[in-house]
C-alpha cells in the first residue's frame, strides 16, 4: 500500500479534489421547472382560483372573474398528481339552488 495523501481535510472519500465546486453556496436551494399548473419550489397543485400557464416555479396568478353564484372547483382533484388550472379561464361551477330566478 502507501498512498500518498491528495485528499482535502474533510474531503468525502472518492471525492474529486474540486468537490465543494459542485454544490450549492450555504444556503442554496435548487429545484426542477415545474409544470403548467404547478408551483413553488415543491411544485404544488395551483389552488382553485389561481392558474400557471407556463413551466417554471413561479407563483400561480389569479383566475379571471367568475359569475356571482359560482365558485371555483379544484382540477387538482381530478386524479392523483393533478395539476392546477392552467389557463386563465379556471374552472368553476354554480351554487345555490337550482329553482332559484336570477335577475
Known amino acids: 500500500g502507501g498512498g500518498g495523501g491528495g485528499a482535502e481535510p474533510g474531503a468525502e472519500p472518492g471525492a474529486s479534489p474540486d468537490f465543494r465546486s459542485a454544490r450549492g453556496a450555504a444556503g442554496t436551494v ?10 413553488g419550489l415543491l411544485c404544488a397543485p395551483c389552488l382553485p ?4 400557464e407556463g413551466t417554471g416555479n413561479g407563483a ?3 383566475c379571471a372573474p367568475i359569475p356571482r353564484r359560482a365558485a371555483f372547483v379544484d382540477p387538482s382533484r381530478s386524479g392523483p398528481g393533478g395539476a392546477g388550472a392552467t389557463t386563465r379561464e379556471c374552472p368553476y361551477e354554480c351554487v345555490g339552488s337550482p329553482f332559484l330566478v336570477y335577475p
Open 30 to 39: 435548487t429545484a426542477s421547472a415545474c409544470a403548467p399548473g404547478f408551483a
Open 49 to 52: 382560483g389561481t392558474y400557471k
Open 60 to 62: 400561480c396568478t389569479p
